[in-house]
């Protein structure tokens, strides 16, 4: 394929931001790879370089006055439109790419609209679960109820929609009548796992401790478990940790609960390697990193019955997804732990269910779509 010229903007690139960060760096390493030119437009934070170039792509980061690297407040999505406007109207008018790929339509995708609006470069929309009504109630109804009159033109002039996971995509088409093509996110699959059974059984919980992944529900429910052997690794933190030690040491378990707080990437592949299952208590998902990584280290995905991973759990086969309450949840953990071969088995369908998540398919996709959209740059007449 012809390589290409793509200015990919995101308010949450590595390191800032979780997995929708790491997704789109994945996408554009391995686009950069086939031999397209990536630069990526994102928020700054004072002790990351405002320039540097990562597995092939340029990356550029305007000060954002961010102060955390995991969590953006409304203000400081604000402020990162404010600091990358004119950096973006630089690169396309200096480096004139052939599309943009914006993820996230919130705050993003406004960048991406009115830098289309003055230029007419195309861009395409990559929706992740925040950015749509009904994702994240807990975090964005109040949001949405202020701004969605004004993200419907997001949607509707991106010259193409894309969702990460059957769920986006069904509430974009409801709260913006338009069908997102479904673009799974992917990973490097790598060598096939040994599936090593680890006496007592390892559980892994990966994720910020906030309401959305609802860490205090895991505990109480292994706290039900006293009785099976097995200990549970936590991987994350955030505002919930101390109430997850509280349920832990009122639960009994408190010496079976390890907290390791947030790790890179290597070192939770290494956990993954050393775990048997994941456990994801999320009342949301889009579709979650984590789960789709747990499925390449041949984890059994033991989550809550939300939309957003039913991309990832067959139940029965490689995990199970159950009620959100202390019993519900504990129940089908119960069964999987106290029968080695039904753990076993979930795990050897978890790998069988990662080639669904392959990342050649995914950016395949991307690559496609983005030349599809692309087209010359109106200043230069130069051809795509």
Same mark, same amino acid.
């Given at each position: ?27 554009? $390493?391995? /686009? +950069?790879?086939?031999?397209? *030119?990536v %630069?990526? =437009? ?9 320039? @540097? ?20 407040t409304?203000?400081e ?91 986006? $995509?069904? /509430? +974009?088409?409801?709260?913006? *009548?338009? %069908?997102? =093509? ?9 060598? @096939?796992p ?18 959305q ?8 429910a ?15 933190d ?18 079976r ?27 949301s ?12 280290h ?10 957003g ?76």
């Amino acid at each position: 394929m012809e390589p290409r010229r793509i200015l990919c903007l995101n308010y949450e690139y590595p390191p800032v931001g979780g997995g929708g960060g790491r997704i789109a760096h994945r996408i554009n $390493a391995a /686009l +950069a790879a086939r031999g397209h *030119a990536v %630069r990526v =437009q994102t928020a700054g934070l004072r002790h990351l370089a405002p320039h @540097e170039t990562v597995d092939g792509v340029d990356i550029f980061r305007a000060e954002s006055f961010r102060k955390k690297e995991d969590t953006c407040t409304v203000p400081e999505m604000a402020l990162f439109l404010a600091t990358s406007l004119l950096p973006t109207l630089h690169h396309i008018r200096r480096w004139r790419p052939h599309v943009i790929h914006a993820h996230f339509a919130v705050p993003t995708g406004a960048l991406a609209w009115l830098v289309s609006r003055l230029t007419g470069s195309p861009y395409v929309l990559t929706a992740h679960l925040g950015d749509v009504p009904g994702g994240v109630p807990e975090q964005t109804a109040g949001l949405f109820r202020l701004v969605q009159p004004f993200t419907r033109p997001i949607w509707r002039n991106a010259a193409a929609v894309t969702a990460v996971s059957t769920f986006v $995509a069904n /509430l +974009a088409e409801t709260a913006y *009548a338009l %069908r997102p =093509q479904i673009i799974l996110n992917g990973v490097p699959l790598g060598p @096939e796992p040994a599936l090593t059974a680890h006496h007592p059984p390892r559980l892994l919980f990966v994720g910020r401790l906030s309401a959305q992944k609802n860490p205090v529900l895991a505990v109480r429910a292994l706290a039900q478990l006293h009785d099976l052997p097995w200990e549970l690794r936590v991987i994350g933190d955030g505002p919930l940790r101390a109430d997850m030690e509280t349920a832990a040491r009122d639960g009994g378990i408190a010496d079976r609960v390890h907290f390791l707080g947030w790790l890179d990437a290597p070192a939770v592949s290494r956990e993954m390697t050393d775990a048997d299952a994941l456990v994801l208590s999320s009342t949301s998902e889009g579709l979650p990193m984590a789960a789709i990584e747990a499925l390449t280290h041949g984890l059994a995905v033991f989550g809550g019955d939300i939309p957003g991973l039913r991309d990832v759990v067959i139940p029965g086969q490689n995990g199970t997804l159950s009620p959100l309450d202390p019993d519900g949840f504990a129940a089908p953990l119960r069964a999987a732990l106290a029968d080695p071969a039904q753990l076993a088995a979930f795990r050897k369908n978890s790998r069988a269910r990662a080639a669904a998540f392959d990342l050649p398919r995914t950016v395949d996709q991307y690559e496609h779509l983005l030349a599809r959209v692309a087209r010359p740059n109106p200043a230069t007449g130069e051809s795509a």
